[in-house]
């Protein structure tokens, strides 16, 4: 016999909210885990100096398929996001930029800039891609297909 439990409307919107967290989770390791495969097909593009980039700010990276917002924090880590919230599609990079999240411009929702997460009561995962900081130049990792159409 199987044992059947009714869930309520809190239980569904917690089991829902857990499983939108763990796959931003899921996506944000993708973006930073590469395989020796995936490294091969890569690349890593050198986007900015690390100063051109203001603290509490972002620029736009445009490729032939996205546009990626590459924001700046206070203490100079950096994140990239796709330019684009999961509730509307507002651009991120016109957001205000504070610890290690941004809100989005339209909606005030808040999104993790390391998972690209929306934050609180918002469910939605922004696409990550890992970037890396070299002698004060900005690194940013993207696919081939990523890159072109």
Do not use: Y
Not at 40 to 48: K, R, V
Not at 52 to 77: E, N, Y
Not at 80 to 109: E, F, M, Y
Request: hydrophobic share 45%.
């Amino acid at each position: 016999m199987i044992g059947l439990s009714v869930l309520d409307e809190a239980d569904v919107a917690a089991n829902l909210h857990s499983s939108m967290a763990i796959l931003c989770a899921l996506r944000a390791f993708e973006a930073f885990a590469f395989t020796h495969e995936e490294a091969e097909m890569t690349d890593w593009i050198e986007i900015a100096a690390l100063e051109d980039i203001p603290k509490l700010g972002s620029r736009v990276i445009r490729t032939d398929t996205m546009d990626v917002a590459v924001f700046r924090t206070r203490d100079d880590q950096v994140f990239a996001l796709r330019d684009a919230c999961p509730h509307k599609g507002g651009p991120l990079s016109q957001g205000i930029v504070h610890g290690t999240s941004v809100t989005c411009p339209l909606h005030n929702w808040k999104i993790d800039l390391a998972s690209g997460e929306a934050l609180g009561p918002d469910e939605g995962c922004a696409n990550v891609f890992a970037t890396r900081i070299e002698n004060g130049r900005v690194f940013l990792a993207l696919k081939a297909d990523e890159v072109a159409a």
